[in-house]
């Protein structure tokens, strides 16, 4: 069984910042590419990626989020992080931990966290 354990999100004033964490855990032989993905409100069919970073750390971003936010990752603690910076009212979505691991038993599979809100607002 594997289990990805989110947090960091909440409500921030335009201009803020969060920092997003996922804990993946369970029985992994290696946990590959992560990324966050998010579904704005309105949105519920639209989940869009955001950043995504390889095991050997080649990242790619968003267009709109280049230059505010940055992925990083700990391949020995099986974690994923999202720095986020300059936040704007738009970034405002349910942000949501993807990744693609290979099991103990040499099959590949991809899970996804629970979600965590984002809200920026005044």
């Known amino acids: 069984q594997v289990q990805l354990v989110e947090s960091g999100g909440g409500l921030v004033q335009p201009g803020g910042s969060l920092r997003l964490s996922c804990a993946v855990s369970?029985?992994?032989?290696?946990?590959?590419?992560m990324a966050w993905y998010r579904q704005a409100p309105g949105k519920e069919r639209e989940r869009e990626l955001v950043?995504?970073?390889?095991?050997?750390?080649?990242?790619n971003y968003l267009d709109s989020v280049k230059g505010r936010f940055t992925i990083s990752r700990d391949n020995a603690k099986n974690t994923v992080w999202m720095q986020m910076n300059s936040l704007k009212p738009e970034d405002t979505a349910v942000y949501y931990c993807?990744?693609?691991?290979?099991?103990?038993?040499?099959?590949?599979?991809?899970?996804w966290g629970q979600g965590t809100q984002v809200t920026v607002s005044s």
């Open positions: 950043a995504a970073i390889t095991r050997g750390g080649s990242r």
């Open positions: 369970g029985s992994i032989f290696r946990v590959d590419a």
């Open positions: 993807y990744v693609d691991i290979a099991r103990l038993n040499g099959l590949k599979e991809q899970y």
